[in-house]
């Protein structure tokens, strides 16, 4: 609280910086309340740049990367500042004609092709591994929706020919490895069905329910070290036919079904401690139910750590599309190692939601974050967005409604956050209809967005105006999205209009 | 009589006496060692602290975060098996005895036993 008495002032901070140091464990939270002096509050519109799809600066900030419009190319950028020089007082001056050039601000690596001819990059797919600066991208053949039923898949999930995912060395653009998965489905959209920790990766085969998880080397292969699904153990798939019996008619569930279902057996039989009603109590909370567990898969994975998955099941209709609809589900914590099913809970619990209100930031914390990576706002490190949550619990009709709502946000999506100081919640109040940390693509308004300083409150630090007015165009029709800089005062707004080309403005501090 | 420590005040606290103070706080085994003290029963009470004896106050770091810890707990606490309640209390009772011949819920055991 300290800090509202304190002198907003740049060079005022300058100096408390000179002589106070921060406290402890709060060093980048001080250093962050520069960014409300350092803002960027000037915009070029329809800056001129190339028709290309400007995806996301990586979170060390060191690169841009964007897809060519035939979703082809892999083009990589590296954020550079305009400089220019006047020979006298600058700040009288419009700034040179230079400004309005993309390049100003950013310089073209390469440009490499990634997708052959009937294939198309995954526009939203990317995951960034920042100690090596390896980038992962994937490309897929057209999707199938009368996908046959093959051995091991599952009905009602689509199938696509070719998946295939590439990690790139971003310093220089080399492909230093792709694995693909055939006639397969992996949710790519926004990287949902993939999930980096260090340097493991998990992908979610929908198709086939099994779980992938691949190694990263510092060399750039990739390795794939456990397959999770039909069976759990390595040696399990050897184990079983070796000791199978000939003539058995049955097929077994697969290894990760059966840790489910004997979980829920254990968990049902030790509620009633009385012998007799023990039975029943297992036909009415188990066998009852006993098909539509079985029924139940996996939706989507990520890692809790390098041993643990946090894993959510559901049924067939809910697991491929992004709906955010309320059915029931169900949230598992699996030990690799083990390979038991450490806990599990319906995406009603309010035992769930309250270590999702406390410890959110655990489900994505990962050590190889950068510092503004571990600084991510949300309702467990910031006071002003716990009370927003509680709020809207409070008012909200109906509990367990309110607590499957927000558990849609479970499992956490990889990267999907920006980490700019700019969406912390401490120094900026915003609208979050209009913008927010989440990059996802949102409608248009007439107005500009605000960012509002929260020690101020009238104070507005500076705007993002979407752009210039097209005229007579259904402001409906377009459709904005906003990539900020992971740590400097820069950001991009992508305005997209049907039928019309892209205008991209840029925001920075003049 | 030698002059105890940098500061003036330790050594004029430790004029009067100092080689008996020396002594006393010696055999006290105090974790301040033979630092000078009016008293040398000062400070006797102080134990220095042994991990062994008390495992308890180990601090050490928990491999698994928080969240996995919470998760790991209260699966536990589930998975354990609860002990049966004995005959003569019903567990809707709240652990309380039934006062007359037949209580509410009660008489049902009641009538088992």
């Known amino acids: 609280m300290a800090r509202f008495f304190r002198s907003g002032n740049l060079a005022s901070r300058v100096f408390d910086r000179q002589l106070l140091s921060p406290r402890r464990g709060a060093a980048v939270n001080t250093i962050r309340q520069f960014y409300e002096n350092l803002v960027p509050s000037y915009t070029i519109y329809d800056i ?84 090596n600066q390896f980038g992962l991208f994937a490309t897929s053949t057209a999707q199938r929706n009368d996908s046959t039923a093959t051995d091991g898949a599952i009905h009602g999930v689509p199938s696509i020919e070719k998946i295939t995912f590439y990690l790139v060395r971003l310093e220089d653009g080399v492909i230093l490895d792709e694995k693909a998965f055939c006639n397969d489905f992996i949710n790519l959209s926004h990287s949902i069905g993939a999930y980096l920790y260090e340097d493991l990766l998990c992908i979610v085969s929908l198709r086939y329910q099994t779980v992938h998880i691949l190694q990263i080397r510092d060399s750039g292969n990739l390795v794939e070290v456990r397959r999770i699904g039909a069976f759990c153990r390595e040696d399990d798939e050897l184990f079983l036919h070796s000791h199978a019996q000939t003539g058995y008619g049955g097929s077994f569930l697969p290894g990760i079904k059966q840790r489910l279902l004997s979980y829920i057996f254990r968990k049902t039989w030790n509620e009633v401690p009385d012998q007799t009603l023990r039975v029943q109590h297992l036909k009415k909370k188990f066998y009852f139910h006993f098909q539509d567990y079985v029924d139940l898969i996996i939706w989507k994975v990520q890692f809790l750590d390098r041993h643990h998955l946090f894993i959510k099941f559901g049924s067939v209709d809910g697991g491929v599309s992004r709906s955010t609809d309320q059915n029931l589900a169900f949230f598992a914590v699996y030990n690799m190692e083990t390979t038991d099913i450490v806990s599990l809970y319906e995406n009603s619990s309010e035992e769930l939601y309250s270590l999702f209100e406390q410890f959110y ?42 607590v499957k709502k927000m558990m849609v946000s479970l499992p956490y999506t990889c990267q999907s956050q920006s980490p700019s100081p700019y969406f912390d919640l401490s120094l900026f109040r915003y609208d979050e209809k209009l ?29 993002i105006k979407p752009g210039s007015d097209s005229g007579a165009s259904d402001s409906r029709a377009k459709r904005i999205s906003s990539l900020f800089h992971p740590f400097f005062p820069l950001a991009l707004s992508i305005q997209q209009t049907y039928m019309q080309p892209t205008v991209v403005n840029i925001h920075f501090r003049r | 009589m030698e002059e105890m420590g940098a500061s003036p005040e330790s050594g004029t606290a430790c004029r009067e006496g100092t080689n008996k103070e020396d002594g006393g706080r010696a055999e006290m085994g105090s974790p301040l060692g033979a630092w000078p003290s009016y008293n040398p029963h000062n400070f006797s009470q102080l134990v220095r602290a042994d991990p062994s004896a008390q495992p308890s106050v180990v601090i050490t770091t928990e491999a698994r975060n928080i969240l996995l810890r919470h998760f790991y707990r209260k699966s536990e606490e589930k998975l354990r098996p609860k002990r049966a309640a004995p005959d003569n ?25």
């Open chain 1, 48 to 131: 001129d740049c190339p028709d290309y799809s400007f995806r996301k600066f990586t979170d060390d900030g060191k690169y841009l990367v964007a897809f060519s419009r035939n979703h082809q190319d892999l083009i990589v950028y590296r954020p550079i500042w305009l400089t220019y020089s006047c020979n006298e007082d600058c700040d009288s001056h419009d700034l040179p004609a230079k400004t309005k050039k993309f390049d100003s601000f950013f310089k073209q690596l390469y440009s490499i092709p990634l997708a052959s001819s009937n294939e198309y990059i995954c526009k939203d797919f990317f995951l960034y591994m920042e100690c």
């Open chain 1, 361 to 402: 930031d655990h489900f994505h914390a990962n050590p190889q974050d950068s510092s503004h990576g571990k600084f991510i706002s949300s309702h467990s490190n910031d006071v002003h967005a716990l009370d927003q949550l509680r709020t809207i619990k409070n008012k909200a009709s109906s509990s367990s409604q309110f």
């Open chain 1, 435 to 463: 913008i927010s940390a989440i990059d996802r693509h949102r409608h248009c308004t007439e107005h500009p967005i605000k960012f509002i300083s929260v020690r101020q409150p009238n104070v507005v630090k500076f705007k």
């Open chain 2, 89 to 113: 209390l019903a567990p809707e009772n709240n652990n309380k005895q039934p006062r007359g011949p037949v209580g509410d819920v009660g008489g049902q055991s009641s009538t088992s036993s």
